[in-house]
């Protein structure tokens, strides 16, 4: 049997384990309420707001910790196998937090969940670069972060539905069981890579090969990757490593906090926060598939991966710079707040595509989940550090300087991309 158009089924298939994943974290800030709200999470087991901050750096210290050890488990077994360890960790961890009990019972699960969550962008990135020829990567990338987007989008108003008829404990029974059942389509379908696929066609398998570098043309599954210090002993692995610190905390501060924010300069409840919070997903969803599909055809019209991956990346730059200003000097109802957090996500994964490509446009084979994992951790670091801060600043001024020094954040990130990647292509050849 021959499919056509296998490597958009496999990019399909893990699309929809991202949607997965967003909606599986999503789940605690959605339920999570207040100490005075009952039902809720923080009702249910009298925790606070900081113990919320506490629960949410033990899973980003897990999650980072989780990139790099993820990024080295792909490179070794391979997708196929390392996204099944992945998902499949994550499925059960986040069933299991219907059992918890209190603050350390809590934070024992939300730690496995970030362990395993993170191996899905490692994973997502490798598996890109193994289906998919060099200029369709940006696009490849930007459907599979459309998953994180769809997910933000669908949790809210799902989750919500499902605490209102059933409570937390069996809405994580619920959406844990997602994550377990996905392995089962995986497996049938992803039985190897391009090269040994039984189902991939000749074209297909022509037009994957041949549009790669010549050094993921020449890997072979003796290949070894590098170390992680040959890595960064390349200046253009820095772009990663540097630009991933600074633009991070972006995404993360609205996918952990926004719920929060509206908890409490709104007063909203779970529901009202379910009504709200899917909008400005929907912006980044746009973003995703938008940022990678201009990266293609600039890639295809001028032959530079340089050109496209960076004229991208400045795009969505300024469009993430003007809306987090925006943030401070218009975002003050509840409507308005959305519709600018709308523009800034949009910016946000028109950039993240591209950025998050890199690995595999410097990179071959058993490195590229690496250079990703990296990446991933060192900005998740940089997240867990806005983390403890957010409740300190918010105590004793408000939210707007976090807003401030996230604007900050973009120049930088963009800036680190063009110094350290003065000419982005393979370092291996």
């Given at each position: 049997m021959k499919v056509k158009g296998l490597r958009w089924t496999i990019i399909g298939l893990i699309f929809l384990a991202t949607v997965i994943n967003y909606i599986d974290r999503s789940a605690l800030g959605i339920m999570w309420g207040g100490i005075d709200k009952e039902g809720t999470i923080a009702h249910s087991l009298q925790l606070t707001k900081d113990d919320y901050a506490l629960i949410l750096n033990i899973f980003m210290v897990f999650y980072a910790l989780g990139q790099l050890f993820s990024g080295k488990l792909f490179d070794k077994v391979g997708t196929r196998i390392g996204y099944v360890i992945s998902i499949g960790v994550w499925g059960i961890s986040s069933f299991l937090h219907s059992t918890v009990s209190g603050l350390f019972s809590l934070g024992f699960f939300r730690s496995t969940l970030g362990i395993s969550e993170a191996g899905n962008w490692p994973g997502a990135v490798k598996s890109n670069?193994?289906?998919?020829?060099?200029?369709?990567?940006?696009?490849?990338?930007?459907?599979?972060?459309?998953?994180?987007?769809?997910?933000?989008?669908?949790?809210?108003?799902?989750?919500?539905?499902?605490?209102?008829?059933?409570?937390?404990?069996?809405?994580?029974?619920?959406?844990?069981?997602?994550?377990?059942?996905?392995?089962?389509?995986?497996?049938?379908?992803?039985k190897a890579g391009p090269k040994k696929h039984p189902w991939i066609t000749p074209e297909e398998q022509k037009f994957i090969l041949e549009g790669q570098s010549k050094a993921d043309q020449?890997?072979?599954?003796?290949?070894?990757?590098?170390?992680?210090?040959?890595?960064?002993?390349?200046?253009?692995?820095?772009?990663v490593v540097i630009g991933r610190f600074f633009l991070e905390p972006i995404w993360w501060l609205f996918v952990g906090w926004m719920p929060i924010y509206l908890f409490d300069v709104y007063g909203f409840n779970v529901k009202e926060v379910g009504?709200?919070?899917?909008?400005?997903?929907?912006?980044?969803?746009?973003?995703?598939?938008?940022?990678?599909?201009?990266?293609?055809?600039?890639?295809?019209?001028?032959?530079?991966?340089?050109?496209?991956?960076?004229?991208?990346?400045?795009?969505?730059?300024?469009?993430?710079?003007?809306?987090l200003i925006a943030t401070v000097l218009m975002g003050n109802t509840a409507e308005k707040f959305v519709a600018i957090v709308f523009v800034v996500l949009f910016g946000f994964q028109f950039a993240i595509s591209n950025v998050q490509t890199l690995p595999s446009d410097f990179f071959s084979g058993k490195s590229v989940g690496s250079l990703a994992g990296l990446g991933g951790m060192i900005g998740v670091f940089s997240v867990i550090v806005m983390n403890f801060l957010v409740p300190i600043v918010v105590k004793n001024f408000s939210y707007t300087p976090i807003f401030v020094a996230i604007a900050i954040f973009v120049p930088l990130g963009v800036g680190a991309i063009y110094f350290f990647a003065r000419n982005i292509k393979s370092v291996e050849e």
């Open positions: 670069a193994e289906w998919f020829p060099i200029k369709e990567r940006a696009i490849a990338q930007g459907l599979f972060n459309a998953g994180a987007s769809i997910g933000s989008v669908v949790a809210p108003p799902l989750i919500a539905a499902l605490f209102v008829a059933f409570g937390w404990r069996i809405t994580f029974m619920v959406i844990g069981s997602f994550g377990i059942l996905w392995v089962i389509p995986w497996l049938l379908i992803n020449d890997a072979t599954e003796d290949t070894k990757g590098k170390s992680l210090k040959e890595i960064l002993s390349f200046k253009e692995s820095w772009a009504m709200f919070l899917w909008v400005p997903y929907v912006g980044a969803a746009i973003g995703s598939i938008a940022g990678g599909y201009v990266s293609g055809k600039i890639i295809a019209k001028t032959n530079s991966i340089d050109k496209g991956r960076k004229t991208t990346i400045f795009i969505g730059g300024i469009i993430m710079l003007l809306g």
